[in-house]
């Protein structure tokens, strides 16, 4: 198991990673309280000026990767309602295509029952019905 140093103190990695934000906050405080000591040597100041720029990062990506399933949420939303509404534009649609094929099809149907009833009758038939129509 690997650990992190923390200051003076070592903090097993388990409980860093249950509680990343106290540990966040526990890191800041101690950068805040080290920058606050009056400091003689050139390079602690600069290993504090990168340790609160790494504790500012750290900070802001804790923050970033708690924030981003809300993020998520909200564009899946925002899609959501702004499709929802041709969603029902082309559901009605094509409700009123299934009514127009629908009534073709029974349209259909009887002009072959009517065609499958004059085969039937005969072409006699038909020619004198034929005559009768043009006189």
Not at 1 to 25: E, N
Not at 27 to 47: G, I, N, Q
Request: hydrophobic fraction near 30%.
């Amino acid at each position: 198991s690997r650990r992190q140093s923390s200051g003076s103190k070592w903090v097993h990695q388990s409980c860093t990673s249950k509680k990343p934000f106290l540990v966040v906050s526990y890191v800041a405080e101690r950068v805040r309280t080290a920058s606050m000591r009056p400091s003689t040597r050139d390079h602690d100041k600069e290993y504090t000026e990168r340790l609160c720029e790494v504790t500012n990062n750290l900070t802001r990506y804790v923050k970033q990767v708690a924030n981003e399933p809300s993020t998520g949420l909200y564009y899946i939303q925002e899609h959501v309602r702004k499709s929802s509404s041709q969603l029902v534009s082309n559901k009605k649609q094509l409700e009123d295509t299934k009514t127009e094929v629908d009534v073709k099809s029974i349209e259909l149907e009887e002009c072959s029952a009517m065609v499958d009833t004059m085969r039937l009758v005969g072409p006699d038939v038909l020619a004198r019905m034929q005559a009768n129509i043009v006189s």
